[in-house]
């Protein structure tokens, strides 16, 4: 063997990386993390006794006395942050915690089959919501329309043509008295609805876009 060729385990590749300068206010950032998860450890020790000895003799379930488990209806954070609510300055006073935990806990017992086939239903029914939100989205979610310089003038000459033919020809801000009527009878009094439109693509498209997008907002409203 070569004495020149060193083994693998001789050498260090390993990443060495710098010791990282910390102010004071990341010190107590850290410090008050290592404290919490101390805390919090110290209190799941203290209710796993209480846990297993709310354990039903049968599953509450299908009534199976096969792999039971038991488990808390009120979860560990829930408690924990209405525990420290109620005693903010009594966070690692253990014998209150447990004393606290069993006057506001309840437990359930089931076994593994009925927890797997909730875990199952509750799957399906979160991919059956997802493919209806889908189906009722489509394509109608565009965001916000942001128009061409072409499109602005299109627009501002129909603003212009509405405006001239309903204040007649744009001449002062008042409307001549009309006469209101049911849709029914009598025949419409003003020139422009007579008119016929001729609109070129550019003014289809505007138009459909415009439709398509409205009703996409209507249909998110009424859900």
């Known amino acids: 063997l070569n004495k020149d060729i060193s083994s693998d385990s001789d050498r260090d590749d390993s ?22 998860a101390q805390r919090r450890l110290k209190l799941k020790e203290a209710i796993l006794p209480l846990i297993q000895q709310g354990m039903n003799s049968h599953c509450e379930k299908c009534l199976s006395r096969k792999n039971l488990k038991v488990d808390s209806v009120v979860s560990f954070e829930e408690m924990d942050k209405k525990f420290t609510f109620q005693y903010p300055s009594e966070n690692f006073n253990l014998v209150l915690w447990k004393s606290y935990w069993k006057t506001h806990q309840a437990y359930e017992t089931k076994c593994l089959l009925c927890i797997s086939q909730e875990k199952d239903m509750a799957r399906s029914n979160t991919t059956q919501v997802s493919k209806i939100i889908q189906e009722h989205q489509g394509d109608n979610n565009w965001g916000p329309v942001f128009l061409q310089e072409s499109s602005r003038a299109i627009l501002m000459q129909w603003y212009k043509e509405a405006h001239e033919n309903i204040f007649e020809g744009g001449e002062g801000r008042t409307r001549n008295s009309v006469d209101i009527s049911d849709d029914e009878g009598g025949d419409v009094s003003f020139k422009w609805a007579q008119r016929k439109f001729v609109s070129d693509e550019a003014t289809k498209g505007i138009a459909l876009k415009w439709l398509l997008n409205s009703r996409a907002i209507l249909q998110r409203r009424q859900k």
């Open 15 to 36: 990443v060495k990386f710098d010791m990282p300068q910390l102010n004071a206010s990341s010190r107590k950032l850290l410090r008050w993390w290592l404290n919490e």
